[in-house]
């Protein structure tokens, strides 16, 4: 038909022509530029002081995220659940369905445990993000306590619903 189009056919490897990496690159300019302009070390941000900002910026983000995450998801499974229950409530006359409310209470145990342990960790970064505002001077930061009292709120809550479920698929009340 016609010729093959060959894309590497144009490619020629030439080692004077290449240099180090972007990122060497840039770093040797930045380096060189404080150097010329004979700044000292107090006229640039120390990288330490960036580092802890980028931190201290983590930690806040993840914890709005976390906060969000938790109210939506528990609405989610809170929906779910319901839905389900009402289904089962509304048809007490089918025997097996009693047994469709096993995928919730096992979700919910999960569940639990994952906040409970959410709520476990969340000392290490509340600790954490405390020594960071000390390193940085900072008069106050997020207490995340909150977050806390929230997850350990809602690993009870996530028991209660697999004590209750329980009960239903156990005894079956509604008949």
């Not at 302009?37 to 640039?44: A, K, P, R």
């Not at 289904?87 to 639990?112: C, I, Q, V």
């Not at 954490?128 to 940085?136: A, K, M, T």
Request: glycine fraction near 6%; charge should be negative.
């Amino acid at each position: 038909m016609g010729k093959k189009f060959d894309r590497h056919s144009n490619i020629t490897f030439d080692p004077k022509r290449m240099g180090p990496p972007l990122e060497v690159q840039k770093d040797v300019s930045l380096e060189t530029s404080v150097s010329e302009q004979n700044l000292t070390s107090e006229d640039v941000s120390s990288p330490d002081t960036d580092i802890l900002w980028k931190q201290y910026n983590l930690h806040v983000d993840l914890y709005k995220f976390y906060l969000d995450f938790i109210l939506k998801f528990n609405t989610f499974f809170f929906l779910i659940t319901g839905g389900l229950l009402t289904y089962y409530l509304a048809n007490t006359s089918k025997e097996l369905l009693r047994f469709s409310l096993l995928l919730p209470m096992l979700m919910s145990l999960g569940f639990s445990a994952m906040c409970f342990y959410g709520a476990h960790l969340l000392k290490v970064t509340r600790e954490e993000v405390f020594q960071i505002r000390d390193r940085l001077g900072l008069e106050s930061a997020p207490d995340l306590i909150v977050l806390s009292v929230m997850l350990y709120g809602f690993g009870v809550l996530f028991i209660i619903v697999v004590l209750a479920l329980s009960l239903i698929v156990i005894f079956n009340p509604f008949k």
